[in-house]
């Protein structure tokens, strides 16, 4: 079964507005998680690695003010895409590694479809 | 630096056909080796791993097999499904990295 749950799956928002993505851990415990954005020719860019009880490290040319990334809790990461625009539609997809070490899988959420219009 | 180069899509195969889907790779120490399959509208699920040199990762029938001298991953399955209609991601993770994915195969197996 998953291990990762992602929510919501759809979202349609209006320009200007915020939205708020979640994804949470199962039944473990993840220090780290990994929010992708997926374009149209479904390459994965790695947006940011969020950190729980610090801050996010982002990736060059993410906007961190623009994608606030929180992860309050060892199960439960946020991103926010604030003002958002229409540039802003994507597929938006969370992961985590299931173990501690460097090899261990990742498990990915099942995505959130984001359309601003 | 590390990155993965996969064969560009799409691909389409008829029901019961052989697939292969080359995955080079490029990293500094030793990597481990994964590769992943998104279904319609969803998000990535692992398929298969390798973590060291000739280990095989097998899974519902695909296979690939971690070849060191060539820097490859390929993915094989001996008879694809129609189910098996999805995009494939070859990924890899250096010793304390972050994962790097290549751009995806598109697989489309008609009956």
């Known amino acids: 079964g998953a291990v990762v749950s992602q929510h919501p799956s759809r979202v349609i928002c209006k320009s200007g507005t915020s939205v708020k993505i979640e994804c949470r851990s199962l039944?473990?415990?993840?220090?780290?998680m990994f929010w992708y954005r997926q374009f149209p020719k479904k390459s994965l860019m790695l947006m940011a690695t969020s950190n729980e009880g610090s801050k996010a490290t982002y990736e060059q040319g993410v906007e961190k003010d623009k994608f606030l990334i929180n992860h309050a809790s060892l199960t439960l990461s946020t991103l926010t895409v604030t003002s958002a625009h229409p540039e802003d539609s994507s597929f938006y997809i969370c992961s985590a590694a299931l173990g501690g070490s460097y090899n261990s899988p990742l498990h990915f959420g099942n995505g959130t479809r984001l359309t601003v219009t | 630096g590390n990155s993965v180069t996969q064969m560009e899509g799409p691909v389409t195969l008829s029901e019961e056909a052989f697939l292969t889907i080359n995955c080079t790779y490029t990293?500094?120490?030793?990597?481990?080796l994964f590769w992943y399959v998104q279904y319609p509208g969803e998000g990535l699920q692992l398929l298969l791993k390798?973590?060291?040199?000739?280990d095989k990762g097998s899974n519902k029938g695909f296979e690939a097999t971690y070849r060191k001298e060539t820097t490859s991953f390929h993915l094989e399955k001996g008879s694809v499904q129609v189910s098996d209609s999805a995009v494939y991601f070859c990924a890899l993770t250096p010793p304390a990295g972050q994962f790097y994915f290549g751009t995806g195969t598109s697989l489309t197996v008609i009956p």
């Open positions: 990293a500094t120490g030793y990597p481990s």
């Open positions: 390798a973590t060291k040199a000739d």
């Open positions: 039944d473990f415990q993840a220090t780290t």
